[in-house]
Nanobody, 116 residues
Framework: QVQVVESGGGLVQPGGSLRLSCVVF????????MGWFRQVPGKQRELVAT??????NYADSAKGRFTISRDNAKNTVYLQMNSLKPEDTAVYYC???????????WGQGTQVTVSS
């Protein structure tokens, strides 16, 4: 059984920074694709960034401002968010795509609000 738990969200002023953490309880495989997504009410969940053994991938809105990283020893994925904008306000979800078993796991989400 895999459980995904996000933390680190909160209220920040425009231009500020936050670091989100995602801890995966249960086995984590190096082949897992780990990712961060976000969703605002009334809109579809959208990709923010992903990371696997092949590297990282970012949405255009995140490039140059966000950095995704992974610590396999701690079963943790991070999303460092800098130069935050009001349009970054959303619930951020961590995703584990266990491709070798065609299984996908989601966390419960953490709210990020960017406002003055």
């Amino acid at each position: 059984q895999v459980q995904v738990v996000e933390s680190g969200g909160g209220l920040v002023q425009p231009g500020g920074s936050l670091r989100l953490s995602c801890v995966v309880f249960g086995n984590i495989f190096r082949s897992d694709l780990m990712g961060w997504f976000r969703q605002v009410p009334g809109k579809q969940r959208e990709l923010v960034a992903t990371i696997d053994g092949g590297g990282t991938n970012y949405a255009d809105s995140a490039k140059g401002r966000f950095t995704i990283s992974r610590d396999n020893a701690k079963n943790t994925v991070y999303l460092q968010m800098n130069s935050l904008k009001p349009e970054d306000t959303a619930v951020y979800y961590c995703n584990v795509d266990r491709r070798i078993r065609a299984q996908v796991y989601w966390g419960q989400g953490t709210q990020v609000t960017v406002s003055s």
